[in-house]
């Protein structure tokens, strides 16, 4: 009595027996995407860790009705090395006999029979559509087939419910109520590798290029390369060009090549149309410009290479989270809460009532089939609109007749990374747009003490978003010991406001300047810092521009790494990454690349943690995947070195594996910038200068300026789900200044779902789950 009572009172936690006695399928439905398999990895080894059996289910739907064979169980080992293949590795197919409700009822007969009651989709809304009418209509299904003498009155009882839980995969991120899907990033890298390629032969012969791009009814594929790449016109779906655009897309061509500019790209969405709902295809753009302008034209339609080649490090981790997530919501459901997505808003894990996100989703259809075009792209959802605005202002020249007088300075500071580029043009863009005379100051504070210092107009930044490094040039030499004459360049050159882009010591540079405001007047000028920094250590922003790009780096050379280890065997790679004494790309490689275990400065670890990672890799060395990877942040340890750690490994795994080690350097501060980076770079560098020249309105007293309140010097960062500005002065708090990182790092707390995933024995903190959320807030007009 007294023990059942003490069970009531402390009710079962322990994310190791959640599963026990349930089974999870996990299916991949509708056009592939990249990240697909992490999702399905991450599925089949946390629902493995609760103790739940799990199956795979092939082909699809199609795999679903037909069962048999095509409905296998999952293992540990069967997921392994199939995180960095794209597609999917369990097949998906278009399945008509699942429409119909025959198929449906042999699909849960076969489920009713395995015991099945946890289904894992992952695919678009018409796939998500598709399970959350199977599940509704679930009880009537086995009616049917208990009468049909098909399954048992026990098997019923057994079965009496299905849960549903979703996962969007589609490079297009067609869906609503989440930021990003599986696959959008990846085909972003697809589309950009082309662009880059094609900018490099379209200057050669001063032409103009077409691309075309997927998104059959959503944008986001062309909008999001068109301001990555700085396209010319871009054409989606959501806005179609206004009346006699002919003309106008005509003009901006003259006018560019008029300024300079060697090459035109313009880039068009497959469902692109007109005004009066015709589409607007390539060639109907080609003609135009062959036609009326003469130029060389060329077009280019990219087709299912965008669905094709390795996930992207963010998609792996999208879908690896995902699925960590996706279980949970499983195996916390009730026959009462709706059937759900798991999704990530900005970098929280989010669960949403899948018909509410499938609604809203349909409603940009009808939006646009209405001709409500300014609805369409409000309806889906902030980002998407954001985006459409950063591109629109950024595109082409529009300066204001009026100019301000003002002038802004843009500085790099600190180690080069890349994305650093595109926010120094979105900055002087901006700026200019503004009416301001932009500055740049070459080699960081040094560079504004010396006197480095000159107009950059419009022109000068052109082409600069592809660009790696810091055209700028850096350096890491911290204002303090030459306030006075920064002080008197800044008085000299009547510079008003300034963008400094850079790392950590872009933060505490500005930081000191802020301080010496009692002693210079000078400096009394609102301050603007972006982080711009491999390390992504930077407090008040939960990313760095830059971050994504090394991350990238990390995770296709871990790759390489593993690949050469399989074909061996019983190897261990030990590979150390940047990051000063921050762990991040440690430990979202570790996430990325499927890494046994990453060694970071913030989890203290001790020689029993290290005998423990030996035993784990001679357990696994006994399975079919008879390799390592291991991580190691450079400032980890002062004393348990890379070099230790690798002669602990090669002793203690004597006689069952082997270790090498790899020292990756300098090549993560280099390369092209991501898709992310490129768009993160741009959209911080254009709101730094639009929230400067509010300031400088703020600051404007008797005909001069003076800003010297503390929220007049901010951190412009990426906080949870938006871009926020928060004053340098009220960081310090949150800051370990000795170890240079934020002394709260949220992605400490993903650092379980790398261990699990490593099939460490852990205890996975479920208390803070993700609750529903809701898409359909309360109906604005624009919805009716």
């Excluded at 926010?423 to 504070?445: C, E, S, T, Y």
């Excluded at 600069?464 to 890491?476: A, C, F, I, Y």
């Excluded at 890494?595 to 001679?618: M, P, Q, R, T």
């Excluded at 300098?666 to 639009?690: C, E, I, W, Y």
């Amino acid at each position: 009595m007294s023990s059942n009572m003490s069970k009531n009172l402390q009710p079962i936690t322990d994310p190791t027996k959640m599963g026990l006695g349930r089974s999870i399928a996990v299916l991949t439905s509708g056009g592939d995407a990249q990240g697909m398999n992490a999702a399905v990895r991450a599925t089949v080894r946390v629902g493995l860790y609760t103790g739940a059996k799990v199956y795979f289910v092939h082909e699809g739907y199609q795999g679903l009705v037909d069962g048999g064979e095509n409905i296998r169980p999952a293992t540990w080992e069967s997921v392994s090395m199939m995180l960095q293949l794209g597609g999917t590795v369990i097949g998906s197919a278009r399945c008509k006999d699942f429409r119909a409700r025959e198929g449906r009822m042999k699909a849960a007969c076969n489920l009713v029979k395995l015991g099945i009651t946890n289904l894992c989709v992952i695919g678009g809304d018409g796939s998500l559509t598709g399970a959350n009418e199977f599940r509704t209509e679930w009880s009537g299904l086995l009616a049917d087939l208990l009468r049909a003498a098909k399954i048992t009155d026990e098997e019923v009882k057994k079965s009496s419910h299905l849960n549903i839980v979703g996962m969007v995969g589609s490079i297009d991120n067609d869906f609503c109520g989440t930021d990003m899907t599986i696959g959008t990033d990846s085909a972003l890298h697809r589309i950009i590798e082309v662009v880059d390629a094609i900018t490099t032969t379209a200057q050669s012969h001063q032409r103009t290029f077409i691309l075309e791009v997927m998104g059959r009814h959503c944008g986001y594929l062309a909008l999001v390369s068109a301001l990555a790449c700085g396209a010319d016109w871009v054409f989606i779906p959501e806005m179609p060009p206004d009346d006699g655009w002919e003309e106008h897309l005509c003009r901006r061509l003259t006018n560019q090549r008029a300024r300079g500019s060697r090459l035109n790209v313009i880039i068009v969405a497959e469902g692109a149309m007109s005004r009066d709902g015709k589409s607007i295809t390539s060639d109907h753009i080609k003609k135009l410009v062959t036609d009326r302008l003469g130029f060389d034209t060329r077009t280019t339609v990219l087709g299912h290479v965008q669905r094709g080649g390795t996930p992207s490090a963010f998609d792996r981790i999208l879908g690896s989270r995902m699925g960590v997530e996706a279980v949970m919501a499983l195996l916390e459901a009730t026959p009462d809460t709706p059937a759900c997505v798991v999704s990530l808003s900005g970098n929280q894990a989010v669960r949403l009532p899948l018909m509410e996100c499938v609604q809203v989703t349909k409603e940009v259809t009808a939006a646009m089939a209405e001709g409500r075009f300014e609805d369409a792209i409000k309806l889906r959802g902030k980002s998407f609109e954001n985006n459409w605005n950063t591109y629109k202002l950024l595109a082409h020249i529009n300066p204001p007749d009026v100019k301000s007088n003002i002038n802004v300075a843009v500085v790099n500071i600190g180690a080069p990374c890349a994305g650093m580029n595109a926010a120094v043009r979105a900055a002087v863009r901006m700026g200019i747009i503004q009416g301001h005379n932009m500055l740049a100051v070459h080699d960081g504070f040094d560079g504004l003490a010396h006197g480095q210092i000159e107009p950059i107009n419009w022109n000068s930044v052109s082409g600069w978003t592809g660009l790696g490094g810091s055209k700028l040039g850096t350096k890491r030499m911290l204002p303090c010991k030459m306030m006075e004459e920064i002080s008197q360049n800044i008085a000299k050159f009547n510079i008003h406001a300034l963008v400094i882009i850079g790392g950590f010591e872009a933060y505490v540079g500005g930081l000191e300047m802020v301080q010496a405001r009692e002693k210079y007047e000078e400096l009394c000028i609102p301050m603007v810092v972006i982080p711009a920094t491999v390390s992504n250590n930077v407090p008040g922003s939960d990313f760095s521009i830059g971050a994504d790009t090394a991350l990238n780096t990390i995770t296709s050379t871990c790759d390489r790494i593993k690949q050469s280890a399989a074909g061996t065997k019983r190897r261990v790679f030990l590979v150390e990454t940047m990051g000063g004494y921050c762990g991040y790309l440690a430990t979202m490689a570790g996430l990325a690349a499927g890494a046994d275990a990453a060694y970071i400065f913030e989890e203290k670890f001790n020689i029993k943690d290290l005998e423990g990672n030996v035993e784990h890799l001679l357990e696994k060395m006994k399975t079919t995947v008879k390799r390592g990877l291991v991580l190691r942040n450079e400032n980890s340890s002062a004393n348990y070195t890379t070099d230790f750690i690798f002669n602990l490994y090669s002793e203690e795994g004597k006689g069952v594996f082997d270790c090498r080690k790899n020292v990756l350097g300098h090549m993560q501060q280099g390369g092209t910038p991501t898709p992310f980076d490129r768009n993160f770079g741009t959209k911080m560098g254009a709101k730094s200068v639009l929230w400067l020249t509010e300031k400088l309105k703020d600051c404007y007293r008797h005909g001069r300026i003076f800003a010297n309140t503390p929220n007049s010097a901010c951190v412009l960062g990426m906080k949870k789900r938006a871009l926020t500005f928060l004053p340098l002065a009220e960081l310090k708090g949150d800051t370990d200044f000795e170890h240079r990182i934020p002394k709260t790092q949220w992605w400490l707390k993903i650092r379980p779902i790398m261990k699990i995933l490593a099939k460490y024995d852990i205890k996975l903190d479920t208390s803070e789950h993700a609750d529903m959320e809701h898409v359909i807030k309360k109906r604005s007009p624009i919805c009716k």
